[in-house]
């Protein structure tokens, strides 16, 4: 990353060759550049600082996040990008990164100890610097993971996979439909067995004179029986 962004300023034209005028102009882009970040960076910390007083961890993580957003996002979309998706993720990110440090600017230019302008509503700006480190925050979180997952192999390996996964659902949906003709088939002899099987059991478990057609007599009529 660092070697492509020298490149960039002493190496405009990728010759391989720095003439004197390319390596002065690098060397003030360099002092500019670096001084801008250094009072980005003063800043950011300031505001961070405000947002949060007691977490000196989510301070100097914020202030990366912040003043590195813009090369980080500029240097993706340069040199690393592929695909439509992660190129225009990226030019988005970079714009949003460099609006992000505008309102850190406005935003410290106002509550920053101005004296130049009163009666400033110091609540409502409070309220707008917090909204802004939250809704920055999560945009940067999103668009890292979407970028991430953007990347052309990986876009290619979910197409592949979710492929498989609908060849394997058309094979189950065959195989229970196979089955279904099966059972529907044997069903018929397996239910002759069955009710053979049953009749078997039954006949063994009735008494001997109900299973060769003999009924037993009941009380009354073996006395009638009798008295004839």
């Known amino acids: 990353m660092f070697k492509s962004m ?10 391989g060759r720095t003439t004197p005028g390319e390596f ?40 990366l996040l912040f003043d590195l957003g813009v090369p980080y996002w500029l240097y993706q979309f340069r040199s690393v990008a592929k695909g439509t998706y992660q190129r225009v993720i990226s030019v988005t990110m ?9 309102l850190v600017i406005v935003i410290e230019s106002l509550i920053g100890g101005n004296e130049l302008i009163a009666n400033i509503d110091v609540v409502l700006v409070g309220k707008i610097a917090t909204g802004t480190v939250i809704v920055w925050a999560i945009a940067f979180a999103i668009a890292f993971v979407v970028y991430e997952i953007t990347d052309e192999q ?15 659902t058309k094979a189950i949906q065959k195989t229970n439909d196979n089955i279904d003709s099966l059972a529907e088939s044997l069903s018929d002899g397996v239910s002759v067995d069955m009710t053979k099987e049953f009749k078997d059991v039954y006949r063994k478990t009735q008494p001997k004179h109900e299973q060769n057609g003999q009924r037993e007599k009941s009380p009354k009529e073996r006395t009638r029986q009798t008295r004839r």
């Open 6 to 15: 020298l490149q960039m300023l002493f190496d405009p034209n990728k010759d």
């Open 24 to 63: 002065f102009g690098g060397v003030i882009k360099l002092l500019i550049g670096g001084a801008v970040w250094a009072w980005f960076a003063s800043l950011s910390y300031d505001l961070l600082s405000a947002v949060f007083p007691n977490n000196v961890f989510s301070q100097y993580v914020g202030l």
């Open 94 to 102: 970079t714009l949003w990164s460099l609006l992000g440090l505008l």
């Open 154 to 168: 990986t876009i290619k390996d979910i197409l592949f996979k979710l492929q498989q996964d609908k060849v394997a």
